[in-house]
């Protein structure tokens, strides 16, 4: 079975950082593509970061500069360091992973105050 557990979010005042963590089982973590997303109240979910197995990297425009995504192959976890919050970085933070299929986390709250 398949399963995506996140951790790592909370409530943050603005400027402030978390670091968000996706631990995959079930599945060869070192094939599959990595990915952030995240979904505002009244939001589509939209894309944060990615990261392939080879490690080529996308952010969205919004997080350019303040977000890193990282991976661990030996841990099977995935990373998302977040710094210089702003709340409109507020939302549910979903982790997935991409190979022959997609699969979800169950998602981690990012409350950003301001």
């Known amino acids: 079975q398949v399963r995506l557990v996140e951790s790592g979010g909370g409530l943050v005042q603005t400027g402030g950082s978390l670091k968000l963590s996706c631990v995959l089982s079930?599945?060869?973590?070192?094939?599959?593509?990595m990915a952030w997303y995240r979904q505002a109240r009244g939001n589509e979910r939209e894309v944060v970061a990615t990261?392939?197995?080879?490690?080529?990297?996308y952010y969205t425009e919004s997080v350019k500069g303040r977000f890193t995504i990282s991976r661990d192959n030996d841990k099977s976890t995935v990373y998302l360091q977040m710094n210089d919050l702003k709340p409109d970085d507020t939302g549910v933070y979903y982790c997935?992973?991409?190979?022959?299929?997609?699969?979800w986390g169950q998602g981690t709250q990012v409350t950003v105050s301001s």
């Open positions: 997935s992973a991409r190979w022959n299929s997609i699969y």
């Open positions: 079930g599945i060869k973590f070192s094939l599959n593509d």
């Open positions: 990261i392939s197995p080879e490690e080529v990297i």
